[in-house]
């Protein structure tokens, strides 16, 4: 694949995406123009949602200052940046998605019929498609890579936020995630399924969101900027020494925002909803506002909707599109968050089924079912801290595991009569 220029000048002011690729950007790696030495890779997906183009024109400003940097001083950066345009129609028209959210997708069984479906020639939503040339540019990184691989995905909200980190629970993820000041919500991959650090995390070595703040804040621009720079030093892509000045300002464009908040939560709970609920977020809400138990917090066809927990609210649905409506999180456990680095290598999992209220799944996967009245109060801490984060529950028996796969099996190999559906409690967690 031939070195690729930074893009247009146009479009690094901020302005229309109507003429965006795929590549937004390519500098080193083995094939590259400019002559890189080995090194890690990082990669940096733009605009899953089509109504976030802030992080396509933070790379580019990435990729044009690099750029620069290397060609006076080769030896500033190494290893290989790639930054790639997520869904790329839908940031043609500035649309969250068009067929179906691509941020949603990233599950083995979704991207297996991508790949089979187009293959074949079948028709393919416009998402299945981008989701396949997305996958394979990302795989093709990952293979000619000279060091580690690392995925930045940016984002940014529909209501005004300070800037996080949603990191899924993998030591390694939570380690790298310590270099961009912000607060990390751990354990989203546990309610959104199908999300792409979900699937990278198995074929990189670490992948993370970064939601910078509002679409359409120049500030998201700044910010997702100082995420690349961050991580380009701290995986050892870029020297620290050439970039001192370039880092101080990306420390200090986020510090501020890390403030009045722990700086590890943990998603507890998750609001879907469905186009036909007519859902509406109550106005005023901002992302990580403080929330009781029991406050009211949006309407739907249904009546009131309150909160299941006290916490901190994230993400408020206020856009047309989307499926979650909110998400309450709660402090990550200091103590738990040390523990589970120390006793995961030593395989605990295997003697969690002597807890009370609890036996492993009768279907062949990494699951386990408990007895919630029993096991309640122990499991949520003890499971997490083992990395079994997913959780579903329906009257007397409870699921915990760690992917949507096993989490999928181990429920339908449940008796029929403790798995019948009911509309709240499928809607609560
Ligand atoms: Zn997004």
């Avoid at 200091?334 to 609890?358: A, D």
Wanted: proline letters at 7%.
């Amino acid at each position: 694949m031939p070195h690729e220029a930074p893009g247009d000048p146009q479009r690094s002011a901020g302005g229309s995406l109507a003429g965006v690729e795929r590549i937004i950007g390519r500098l080193g790696g083995p094939d590259a123009r400019t002559p890189t030495a080995p090194g890690p890779t990082l990669i940096v997906v733009a605009g899953q949602h089509g109504n976030e183009p802030s992080g396509v024109h933070a790379a580019l400003r990435v990729l044009k200052s690099l750029e620069t940097a290397a060609q006076r001083d080769p030896a500033c950066f190494r290893g290989e940046l790639l930054a790639v345009a997520g869904n790329v129609p839908a940031l043609r028209s500035g649309v969250r998605f068009i067929d179906a959210d691509l941020n949603r997708l990233w599950t083995p069984a979704e991207i297996d019929q991508s790949f089979a479906r187009t293959d074949r020639g079948d028709p393919v939503s416009t998402e299945q498609q981008q989701q396949r040339e997305l996958a394979e540019e990302i795989t093709d990184a990952v293979l000619r890579s000279r060091g580690s691989t690392v995925l930045l995905d940016l984002h940014t909200t529909s209501a005004a936020s300070r800037p996080f980190l949603a990191v899924e629970d993998i030591v390694r993820v939570r380690e790298l995630a310590r270099a961009i000041p912000v607060t990390a919500v751990l354990g989203l991959e546990a309610m959104i399924r199908g999300i792409l650090p979900d699937w990278f995390n198995t074929v990189g070595d670490a992948a993370m969101i970064f939601e910078a703040g509002q679409h359409d804040d120049p500030a998201s621009i700044e910010r997702h900027e100082a995420a690349i720079w961050l991580l380009l030093a701290e995986i050892g892509a870029i020297e620290r020494a050439a970039f001192s000045e370039r880092l101080a300002r990306a420390r200090a464009t986020l510090e501020p925002f890390a403030a009045g908040l722990p700086r590890m939560l943990e998603a507890r709970a998750r609001h879907s909803v469905s186009p036909e609920d007519g859902f509406k977020m109550r106005k005023g809400f901002s992302n990580f506002h403080a929330v009781q138990r029991g406050e009211l917090l949006a309407g739907d066809t249904t009546g009131t909707i309150r909160a299941p927990m006290s916490g901190w609210l994230f993400m408020p649905l206020y856009q047309p599109q989307g499926e979650d409506g909110f998400f309450i999180a709660r402090r990550a456990s200091r103590i738990f968050m040390r523990l589970s680095k120390l006793l995961r290598p030593l395989k605990l999992h295997k003697l969690i089924h002597l807890l009370p209220g609890v036996a492993k799944s009768e279907a062949p996967v990494d699951a386990f079912v408990v007895n919630p009245r029993v096991a309640r109060l122990l499991a949520h801490e003890v499971f997490a801290m083992l990395g079994y984060r997913r959780y579903r529950e329906h009257g007397g028996i409870g699921v915990f595991g760690k992917t949507a796969e096993d989490m999928h099996r181990a429920w339908y190999a449940l008796p029929e009569e403790l798995r019948r559906p009911r509309r709240d409690q499928s809607r609560s967690s």
